[in-house]
Structures are given as structure tokens and as C-alpha cells.
């Protein structure tokens, strides 16, 4: 069993830059893929990045490349989700989930409550 609480949410102006991070309980965390979630008011939650137990492997959604990235201490039991150059169609609630690794929600299996990201124009 895992437990997942993110924090780092809040509003920022555009351009801006904001640090998620999630912190995981269990002695676990370290043989689980991670992953960050959205969910924009009346869309799909969909896949923003995630990142193998190692730290080897991470993958994203093409609108983030280059500005944001993902990271785990495992010896903190976190993952961090640095966002820069932040813009107004980041703006959603953002998901940290553990669960074997892949792009689809189905392949996680523990989800956090959520932060809520807005970025204001």
C-alpha cells in the first residue's frame, strides 16, 4: 500500500515557474514507476510525465518538453515535478500516481489527492 499527498500548487502569472512535489509513504516507493496526472476543467485526466523506479527512463507529454521535468529521491520517498515557463492551459489539477510504469492512468495503481495549478494570462 502506498499514500500519496502532493503539495507545491498555488497560482502564478504566466511564464512563471512553480515545484510539485509528492511524498509517498511506504517502504515501497522505490520499486514503483511514478507518474504526474492533469485534469483541466472538462477535459480527460491525461499523462504529463512520469519517471521509472531507477530514475533511468521518464517520458512526456509533447506540450511540457523543455519545460518541465521530473525527478525522485527515493532515500525521500518523493518525486518533484519542477514546471517553468509556465502557461495558462497548464492550468488544471495535477495527480501524482505510483503504479508500474506506462503512459495510460489504467497502469497506476495509487493516486494522490491532487493540487490544484492555475496560471494566470
Known amino acids: 500500500q502506498v499514500q500519496l499527498v502532493e503539495s507545491g500548487g498555488g497560482l502564478v502569472q504566466a511564464g512563471g515557474s512553480l515545484r510539485l512535489s509528492c511524498a509517498a509513504s511506504g517502504r515501497t516507493f522505490s520499486s514503483y514507476a511514478m507518474g504526474w496526472f492533469r485534469q483541466a476543467p472538462g477535459k480527460e485526466r491525461e499523462l504529463v510525465t512520469c519517471i521509472a523506479w531507477s530514475g533511468g527512463s521518464t517520458i512526456y507529454v509533447d506540450s511540457v518538453k523543455g519545460r518541465f521535468t521530473i525527478s525522485r529521491d527515493n532515500a525521500k520517498n518523493t518525486v518533484y515535478l519542477q514546471m517553468n515557463s509556465l502557461k495558462p492551459e497548464d492550468t488544471a489539477v495535477y495527480y501524482c500516481?505510483?503504479?508500474?510504469?506506462?503512459?495510460?492512468?489504467?497502469?497506476?495503481?495509487?493516486w494522490g489527492q491532487g493540487t490544484q495549478v492555475t496560471v494566470s494570462s
Open positions: 500516481a505510483a503504479g508500474r510504469w506506462g503512459a495510460d492512468s489504467n497502469d497506476y495503481d495509487y
